[in-house]
């Protein structure tokens, strides 16, 4: 069973104990909970993937205290990732960059290593506290909605040793992965960090080519095509109020955003909207519903991660 603990002296010195016994221990950061182990460890890595049940092509982020530990993951680090850094560290940008020689992959055979500083501060002060480099995925099942509680993780990973708890997450959505091993800055996958803020920071970033047309961007290399999945059936509807329901699973919910009846209404703002969706999401299945119709949100830039996440609850 795992054990919701305060982030407190005690806490993290048991959560401390627990990762350097190469175990895992589920923690908070400003995008979504993580499932942490140490980076280099491989008991503790394959813990992860067991935990998770996700597949091992798929690598993980590594969490790092600072720039100067980021620095040591690679050989070669750009120019680029120092201001890329620099201005969004700590916070949900993730840097892909080339993963030093000595090192091992972390759970994929590349020869790269994505990596980020996190901006909350229990995340921050274990990272410090265990001085270990802690690759994290969320922390739920693979293919399942990311957790924004501590609550969420412990409903979908009931045997993980110690949650430290740290209340709800500010972005709600996980961060935008960026590779930074070429010329050009390329997309992975959008999340909390908007591409309009990386391009000032930046110049241009390379989306992916294909699915650009609708403008929801390609995965990272890992990543499946259904993900963030509740059990319900996730529908997008250009209008839920003109869907035909007849044929559709029973109960049917509506997800929607301002200026739209239905049964989860959200923001009209696309950060409080996907600081609110996982949430939404989990309740929707928490209340046993059979059928969610999904209001696609406008096809613009700042709405990129959110319905890059729709789409991949709907697929
Ligand atoms: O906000 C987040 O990034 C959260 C919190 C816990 O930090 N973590 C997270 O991890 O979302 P995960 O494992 O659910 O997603 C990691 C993503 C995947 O799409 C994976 O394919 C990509 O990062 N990734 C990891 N290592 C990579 C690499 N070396 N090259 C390209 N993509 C990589
Ligand atoms: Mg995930």
Same mark, same amino acid.
């Given at each position: 069973m795992s054990g919701l603990v305060a982030p407190d002296a005690e806490g993290l010195r048991r959560a401390v104990e627990i990762l350097r016994a190469d175990s895992v221990v589920a923690f908070p950061t400003e995008t979504v909970y993580g499932l942490g182990a140490h980076a280099f460890s491989e008991k503790a890595v394959a813990e992860i993937y067991r935990l998770k049940n996700r597949p091992t092509w798929n690598p993980l982020i590594v969490h790092v205290a600072d720039l100067a530990a980021a620095r040591e993951l690679t050989d070669e680090w750009p120019d680029r990732a120092d201001e890329l850094a620099g201005r969004?560290?700590? /916070?949900p940008l993730t840097l892909v960059v080339r993963r030093a020689a000595h090192l091992p992959g972390i759970g994929a055979s590349n020869d790269t290593v994505a990596v980020r500083v996190p901006a909350h501060p229990v995340a921050l002060d274990l990272l410090r506290a265990s001085g270990l480099p802690l690759a994290a995925? @969320?922390?739920?099942?693979? *293919?399942g909605i990311s957790p924004t509680t501590a609550g969420h993780v412990v409903r979908s990973?009931? !045997? %993980?040793?110690?949650v430290l708890d740290g209340g709800t997450c500010s972005w709600g959505i996980e961060s935008t992965v960026l590779d930074v091993t070429g010329d050009v800055p390329r997309l992975l996958r959008p999340g909390a960090l908007g591409l309009r803020i990386l391009r000032d920071a930046s110049g241009t970033i390379a989306l992916p080519e294909s699915e650009t047309e609708d403008g929801v961007a390609r995965p990272s290399? /890992?990543? @499946?095509?259904?993900?963030?999945?509740?059990r319900a059936r996730a529908i997008l509807c250009k !209008?839920?109020? !003109? %869907?035909?329901? @007849? /044929?559709?699973? *029973?109960?049917i919910a509506t997800l929607v955003y301002e200026g739209t009846d239905g049964t989860e209404v959200l923001s009209a703002d696309p950060r409080e909207y996907a600081a609110d969706l996982y949430a939404a999401l989990h309740r929707l299945d928490d209340a046993g519903v059979a059928t969610i119709l999904v209001q696609e949100p406008p096809q613009t830039e700042d709405w990129l991660a959110v319905r890059d996440r729709l789409s991949r609850a709907a697929a």
């Amino acid at each position: 069973m795992s054990g919701l603990v305060a982030p407190d002296a005690e806490g993290l010195r048991r959560a401390v104990e627990i990762l350097r016994a190469d175990s895992v221990v589920a923690f908070p950061t400003e995008t979504v909970y993580g499932l942490g182990a140490h980076a280099f460890s491989e008991k503790a890595v394959a813990e992860i993937y067991r935990l998770k049940n996700r597949p091992t092509w798929n690598p993980l982020i590594v969490h790092v205290a600072d720039l100067a530990a980021a620095r040591e993951l690679t050989d070669e680090w750009p120019d680029r990732a120092d201001e890329l850094a620099g201005r969004f560290w700590p /916070g949900p940008l993730t840097l892909v960059v080339r993963r030093a020689a000595h090192l091992p992959g972390i759970g994929a055979s590349n020869d790269t290593v994505a990596v980020r500083v996190p901006a909350h501060p229990v995340a921050l002060d274990l990272l410090r506290a265990s001085g270990l480099p802690l690759a994290a995925p @969320s922390a739920n099942r693979s *293919e399942g909605i990311s957790p924004t509680t501590a609550g969420h993780v412990v409903r979908s990973l009931p !045997d %993980v040793p110690l949650v430290l708890d740290g209340g709800t997450c500010s972005w709600g959505i996980e961060s935008t992965v960026l590779d930074v091993t070429g010329d050009v800055p390329r997309l992975l996958r959008p999340g909390a960090l908007g591409l309009r803020i990386l391009r000032d920071a930046s110049g241009t970033i390379a989306l992916p080519e294909s699915e650009t047309e609708d403008g929801v961007a390609r995965p990272s290399p /890992g990543m @499946s095509r259904r993900h963030y999945a509740p059990r319900a059936r996730a529908i997008l509807c250009k !209008d839920v109020r !003109d %869907v035909d329901r @007849s /044929g559709l699973a *029973e109960p049917i919910a509506t997800l929607v955003y301002e200026g739209t009846d239905g049964t989860e209404v959200l923001s009209a703002d696309p950060r409080e909207y996907a600081a609110d969706l996982y949430a939404a999401l989990h309740r929707l299945d928490d209340a046993g519903v059979a059928t969610i119709l999904v209001q696609e949100p406008p096809q613009t830039e700042d709405w990129l991660a959110v319905r890059d996440r729709l789409s991949r609850a709907a697929a």
